[in-house]
Structure formats: structure tokens, C-alpha cells
């Protein structure tokens, strides 16, 4: 039977269970929650978003779902990865991530014209222990393929973060920087520009680059 990611945004009175009762309905369809994203939660209103993996017709788990005493409503809507796409995070010094961003941005365009999904997001951080937070967390951010660390100088726990990080599959691109931080990372490049196109060219279904083959790792 083909399967289908659908997007599912409920809206249901604001009481303790909510997640547990529209949860249980989706796994009574057979449906895979692949991400959730509560969006609002108070008394008044509990607005939950889904990524839903699922088997066969929509129509009878929509159903099964405004039958739940405490549902309003229920909209499907276009996933996140449809919209959004692949995510490039890049952190670091204020004018170091603006250079990265204008490469990954422009890159991102040329690529989304042609069909492919990327967005790009940025952080100005800095202090080792914030950046080395912020790298773990990007970790537990959906749809986050590829990390820009733009700065002048990160190391110690920063570069234990990022080999962490690598560990759970992320790629790490580094500015060519003092400290620790670009011998841990898959690839260094020396310009900001170039390293954000970098970073998109290489999540990019519609480009012909992959880290894997480059003879090096250092630009």
C-alpha cells in the first residue's frame, strides 16, 4: 500500500491528555508520527501541528479525529518539508554569518527555483558555551541537514558539540578559523560567501557536489 507524509493541524479544547487522545486515534490508522509541533496551549485553545506517515486514505483518520470529544477542528495541510524544505543553520559572529548568509541565500534561490526546498537560518552567537548549546541543539531541529560555524576563533567545548553532532549525522562546515573547531568539522572554507554556497550545494537534490568525493577538505 502506498504511503504519504501529510501534515495534520488540529485544534482542540485546551485540557491535559490532548496529545495522548489525538495520538492514540492516528496509531488506531496506522499512522507513523514522524514530528510534532505544539503550537498553541492554553486553557481556551490547545493547536497541535503533525507530520503524519500514513498508509491508504486520509479521509477515515480526519474523521476518527473530529469524533474525539475535545477536538474543534481538523485541517490538512502542506508539511513543513514541502514548504520549507531542508534547513542550512549557520551561528557564529554577526558580520562572519551575514557574509555565509549571502552565499547560502543566493545559492538556496537558484536551486529553489528549479524545484528543490531550502531555507536558511542564521544566529549571531557568541561565548563558547552558547555556541557549543546552540550547535547541540541543531541536532533537535527538524529538517536541519547542514551547519555553518562562522567565526574568528572556536574551540573546546565547541568542537566537542560539533563531533557530537557529526556523530548524529549532521554536516558541519567551518569557516577557516583559529581554534579547534575546523579540525573537527567535514569541510573548511576559507571565504564566508563560499561557504554558504557550499553548505547548500551540498544538501541540494539538484546539484552535483558531494562532500564525500572531494580529494580535500580544506578551501
Known amino acids: ?9 488540529v ?11 489525538v495520538t492514540g486515534v ?34 477515515p483518520l480526519v474523521e476518527g479525529l473530529r469524533a474525539l470529544a475535545i477536538v474543534r477542528s481538523v485541517e490538512i495541510v502542506k508539511t513543513l518539508e ?6 542550512i543553520i549557520i551561528m557564529g559572529g554577526g558580520a562572519q554569518v551575514g557574509q555565509v548568509a549571502i552565499g547560502a541565500v543566493s545559492e538556496a534561490d537558484r536551486h529553489n527555483i528549479r524545484g528543490e526546498h531550502i531555507s536558511v537560518d542564521t544566529i ?21 541537514k547542514a551547519l555553518v560555524l562562522a567565526g574568528a576563533l572556536m574551540g573546546g567545548e565547541i ?4 563531533r557530537e553532532v557529526r556523530a548524529q549525522g549532521l554536516l558541519v562546515i567551518s569557516l577557516n578559523m583559529a581554534g579547534s573547531v575546523p579540525d573537527a568539522a567535514d ?5 564566508p560567501v563560499q561557504a554558504g554556497v ?22
Do not use: W
Open 82 to 87: 514541502t514548504v520549507y524544505g531542508k534547513r
Open 159 to 162: 568542537e566537542t558539540a560539533v
Open 1 to 9: 500500500m502506498e504511503q504519504r507524509t501529510i501534515g495534520l493541524l
Open 187 to 191: 569541510l573548511v572554507v576559507t571565504d
Open 11 to 21: 485544534h482542540a479544547v485546551g485540557t491535559t491528555g490532548v496529545l495522548h487522545q
Open 198 to 219: 557550499m553548505a547548500v550545494m551540498a544538501v541540494a537534490e539538484t546539484a552535483k557536489f558531494t562532500v564525500e568525493r572531494l580529494k580535500r577538505r580544506v578551501f
Open 124 to 144: 549571531p552567537l557568541v561565548g563558547e558555551q552558547k555556541l557549543a548549546d546552540a550547535v547541540r541543539a541543531v541536532a533537535r531541529l527538524p529538517r536541519a
Open 26 to 59: 492516528i496509531a488506531q490508522h496506522q499512522g507513523d508520527i514522524c514530528s510534532v509541533e505544539i503550537l498553541a496551549n492554553r486553557p481556551e485553545e490547545a493547536r497541535t501541528y503533525y507530520e503524519v506517515i500514513l498508509p491508504g486514505d486520509v479521509a
